[in-house]
């Protein structure tokens, strides 16, 4: 349920300033807030490393909201953060979740620094078979023909960990304009991929995702992608949400490996 009490104490977002020269900019997925997040920033921040995990326009108040919002908005959400972060550290790292993985691409691509490493958790290129697949080539007349405000459920993730997923917070249903804004989204990510020139990058997913299926993701990937060196991170037993699921921690420790931080603090 998004229940009041979640959204004021989980789905806000969160800065937590380090003790060195690293941060790392976390961005949520379509329909979820900072709280998905949370975790991985807390472990980050535990290792030195300063941590923004923002909230995305139209995210963590009414599924309504988001029917004024576009990709622009999130876009702008995601690289004014990297500015911000940029302004206080040398070396910054962009990661998303799903929808937020794409749009970390864009930023990457978009905001005025350089990426010392992108970080892709479970992205969606590319869906699932669902009804997803079946309405994408039409979401954006839908969209211009005032049918954005149509309402679709959303179901919750599958999870390995199910105390994880009583805790999520996420909207129970997302109007048409939101999906429209993510086939949209896809295509400029696509683009970026192109356009980046990153010498590092990881990406992390379940072979268990039921909504971003592996291979065709990191396909696109590596069909695409200008990074000098792709590493992968391949979990078991997680689901979609691998940032918040049963294995965060592998999860946490891979990240920070990967962003050169020190051993936690006690």
Same mark, same amino acid.
Request: charged residues 20%.
């Given at each position: 349920?998004?229940?009041?009490?979640?959204?004021?104490?989980?789905?806000?977002?969160?800065?937590?300033?380090?003790?060195?020269?690293?941060?790392?900019?976390?961005?949520?997925?379509?329909?979820?807030?900072?709280?998905?997040?949370?975790?991985?920033?807390?472990?980050?921040?535990?290792?030195?490393?300063?941590? +923004? *995990?923002?909230?995305?326009?139209?995210?963590?108040?009414? /599924?309504?909201?988001? &029917? $004024?919002? !576009?990709?622009?908005?999130? =876009?702008?959400?995601?690289?004014?953060?990297?500015?911000?972060?940029?302004?206080?550290?040398?070396?910054?790292?962009?990661?998303?979740?799903?929808?937020?993985?794409?749009?970390?691409?864009?930023?990457?691509?978009?905001? +005025? *620094?350089?990426?010392?490493?992108?970080?892709?958790?479970? /992205?969606?290129?590319? &869906? $699932?078979? !669902?009804?997803?697949?079946? =309405?994408?080539?039409?979401?954006?007349?839908?969209?211009?023909?005032?049918?954005?405000?149509?309402?679709?459920?959303?179901?919750?993730?599958?999870?390995?960990?199910?105390?994880?997923?009583?805790?999520?917070?996420?909207?129970?249903?997302?109007?048409?304009?939101?999906?429209?804004?993510?086939?949209?989204?896809?295509?400029?990510?696509?683009?970026?991929?192109?356009?980046?020139?990153?010498?590092?990058?990881?990406?992390?997913?379940?072979?268990?995702?039921?909504?971003?299926?592996?291979?065709?993701?990191?396909?696109?990937?590596?069909?695409?992608?200008?990074?000098?060196?792709?590493?992968?991170?391949?979990?078991?037993?997680?689901?979609?949400?691998?940032?918040?699921?049963?294995?965060?921690?592998?999860?946490?420790?891979?990240?920070?490996?990967?962003?050169?931080?020190?051993?936690?603090?006690?």
């Amino acid at each position: 349920m998004f229940r009041a009490r979640t959204c004021a104490e989980l789905a806000e977002p969160f800065f937590w300033e380090g003790g060195g020269g690293t941060g790392c900019v976390l961005i949520h997925g379509l329909g979820a807030t900072p709280q998905e997040m949370r975790y991985l920033g807390r472990e980050l921040h535990r290792r030195g490393a300063t941590v +923004s *995990g923002i909230r995305l326009s139209g995210h963590g108040t009414r /599924p309504e909201d988001l &029917i $004024r919002v !576009s990709r622009d908005h999130w =876009i702008e959400d995601a690289v004014s953060a990297c500015e911000q972060m940029a302004a206080r550290v040398r070396r910054v790292f962009i990661g998303g979740q799903s929808l937020g993985a794409l749009l970390a691409l864009v930023a990457a691509r978009d905001f +005025s *620094g350089e990426a010392e490493g992108i970080i892709l958790f479970s /992205p969606a290129f590319v &869906i $699932r078979k !669902s009804a997803y697949q079946i =309405i994408a080539p039409w979401l954006r007349l839908a969209a211009l023909l005032g049918m954005g405000g149509i309402m679709l459920g959303k179901r919750h993730p599958e999870m390995g960990d199910s105390a994880a997923l009583r805790e999520r917070v996420s909207y129970p249903r997302l109007p048409l304009r939101a999906f429209a804004e993510l086939a949209a989204l896809q295509r400029d990510a696509r683009n970026a991929l192109v356009q980046i020139w990153s010498d590092h990058m990881l990406v992390v997913q379940s072979i268990r995702d039921p909504v971003s299926p592996p291979g065709p993701n990191q396909r696109v990937i590596r069909t695409f992608c200008n990074a000098l060196e792709i590493e992968t991170l391949s979990l078991e037993k997680s689901g979609h949400v691998v940032t918040a699921d049963c294995e965060r921690h592998r999860v946490a420790s891979a990240v920070s490996s990967f962003m050169g931080l020190s051993p936690a603090r006690a």
